[in-house]
């Protein structure tokens, strides 16, 4: 199993960029998935996710209003989209998935890293001031 994240690069304050998250080995479209990211010296954090139906998604409040999730299981693809991106936005950005399928937890229950078995190998984000 694979997820290959790409998308990432230098960006102005601002601006947008569009993450995209390709799966492989198997289908995850009954499955949640998320975006986390490590900012530079910090914690990975959690930035999104989506139910595997996507239907549902979660935010935390540093980014809710600027990013958007969203999925297309036929492609076995989760996407993040980042508007009016900030400095402080500038981070490795991790895509994950849940190994298990058609969850009933609220999607609020997958901000935390351990609800996620699959990593992405990131890609960087730099938003220059």
């Known amino acids: 199993v694979q997820l290959q994240a790409s998308g990432g690069g230098l960006v102005q304050t601002g601006g947008s960029l569009r993450l995209s998250c390709a799966a492989s080995?198997?289908?995850?479209?009954?499955?949640?998935m998320g975006w986390f990211r490590q900012p530079p010296g910090k914690e990975r954090e959690f930035v999104a996710a989506?139910?595997?139906?996507?239907?549902?998604?979660y935010f935390p409040d540093s980014v809710r209003g600027r990013f958007t999730i969203s999925r297309d299981n036929a492609k076995n693809t989760v996407y993040l989209q980042m508007n009016s991106l900030k400095p402080e936005d500038t981070a490795v950005y991790y895509c994950?998935?849940?190994?298990?399928?058609?969850?009933?937890?609220?999607?609020?229950?997958?901000?935390?890293?351990?609800?996620?078995?699959?990593w992405g190998q990131g890609t960087l984000v730099t938003v220059s001031s």
């Open positions: 989506i139910s595997w139906s996507g239907g549902s998604t």
């Open positions: 994950a998935a849940d190994r298990r399928t058609r969850t009933t937890y609220s999607i609020s229950y997958y901000y935390t890293q351990s609800t996620y078995d699959y």
């Open positions: 080995g198997r289908t995850f479209s009954s499955s949640v």
